[in-house]
């Protein structure tokens, strides 16, 4: 069993680090190796730390419109021993839950650091990590799990100095997605993979602070088509209204499970853009067998692996975020001149049995 490894200090609703393993396939399969990486709906941002990391790209990009998300992340890279501090030193109770939440109210009254702890407070302390949402084990703290359930200080300081140890190589930006895709895009590299993670057409009002309205997703999709000279990803959940607007790109199906609000496990959906070489996805029943398939890759390089046990996190491992842990870089692994499969619109029907 494989689990997925959490780089993210927050947790996300429909956070997707459990894919980082297929971007990076994706990253090596078009030579984008050393490029640079841009989330436009960064969120948790948690494929963007792991790709960093693990030197598949020279910088990322980090956009997200949300003001609290943002100034957590302005604070892990140019606060970080304050913010570290704040998170070692500050008790875990309803009290102080109160307070942030205050802080939450009236975001022009306080400090980027008061605003960025209060952000990573609550979204460490909130059932499914939803600023807005309910702390855990309620306001009477009664049931299995209290609101320190998820505050494993060590770790989350951990998991912010090791993102600050990069801070040359990470670019904050606060715009909104149509913004940045239209006036910051076009001044970045070619060699740059774009992933785009809009909220849910579904789901997102009840998720995120900002969501979108079906008219937000159809200017976003008419804006990809139009504007963006890079080569691209975009996640979803697999709804007709959102298949029918990227109708004309190559798709990707795949299911997803998290734990926002009830337990729920979704079928999402990616495009990408045309000319993209993406490895094709299988079947997450078949991973649980165990099984191997052979792909363009090498034959048992993208081996299957058995689904992971509830995580710390919203996101659970499924196709297709079950690659191995296999290198993929390593040449002893994947020989040379094996070029990877092109996905085209498979279905979760084309998968291998
Ligand atoms: C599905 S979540 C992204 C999750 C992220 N991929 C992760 O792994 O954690 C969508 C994000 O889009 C942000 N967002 C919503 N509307 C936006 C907009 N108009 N421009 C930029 N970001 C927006 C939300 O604040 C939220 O963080």
């Not at 399969?29 to 960064?42: H, I, K, P, Q, T």
């Not at 992340?73 to 109770?93: I, N, S």
């Not at 996640?235 to 790109?249: C, G, R, T």
Request: some cysteine; charged content about 20%.
């Amino acid at each position: 069993m494989q689990e997925h490894v959490f780089h993210s200090p927050l947790r996300y609703p429909g956070g997707k680090g459990g894919l980082a393993d297929f971007v990076k396939a994706v990253i090596e399969a078009n030579s984008l190796c050393d490029g640079d990486y841009v989330e436009v709906f960064a969120g948790g941002a948690g494929i963007a730390w792991a790709l960093l990391f693990e030197e598949y790209v020279r910088r990322v990009h980090i956009n997200d419109l949300s003001i609290p998300v943002m100034a957590f992340w302005r604070a892990v890279v140019g606060e970080t021993e304050a913010l570290c501090r704040l998170v070692q030193d500050t008790p875990v109770t309803m009290e102080v839950w109160s307070r942030q939440r205050a802080v939450q109210a009236r975001l022009s009254e306080h400090s980027d650091l008061e605003l960025a702890f209060s952000t990573f407070f609550l979204n460490r302390t909130n059932r499914s990590g939803i600023l807005t949402g309910g702390v855990i084990g309620g306001k009477a703290q009664v049931g299995k799990w209290q609101l320190d359930a998820r505050f494993n200080r060590p770790d989350l300081i951990r998991r912010i100095q090791r993102i600050a140890r990069y801070s040359a190589r990470i670019r904050l930006y606060n715009q909104d997605a149509t913004h940045f895709v239209a006036t910051v895009l076009p001044a970045l590299p070619i060699r740059c993979l774009v992933y785009l993670d809009p909220p849910y057409f579904r789901k997102g009002q009840e998720l995120y602070e900002n969501h979108y309205q079906p008219s937000d997703h159809e200017s976003l999709a008419q804006l990809i088509g139009s504007r963006v000279a890079q080569p691209w990803l975009v996640s979803y959940d697999a709804v007709p209204e959102i298949v029918a607007l990227y109708a004309s790109y190559p798709r990707l199906d795949y299911a997803i499970s998290y734990s926002a609000q009830a337990r729920y496990r979704g079928a999402e959906v990616l495009f990408h853009s045309k000319g993209l070489l993406v490895p094709c996805a299988w079947n997450p029943a078949a991973a649980k067998a165990g099984r191997t398939r052979a792909t363009r890759f090498g034959a048992g390089v993208l081996e299957a692996f058995e689904a992971a046990g509830p995580s710390n996190n919203s996101l659970q491992a499924t196709a297709p975020a079950a690659f191995t842990s296999v290198s993929l870089r390593s040449p002893s692994v994947r020989p040379a001149g094996v070029a990877p499969e092109l996905n085209a619109g498979r279905r979760p029907t084309d998968v291998l049995p």
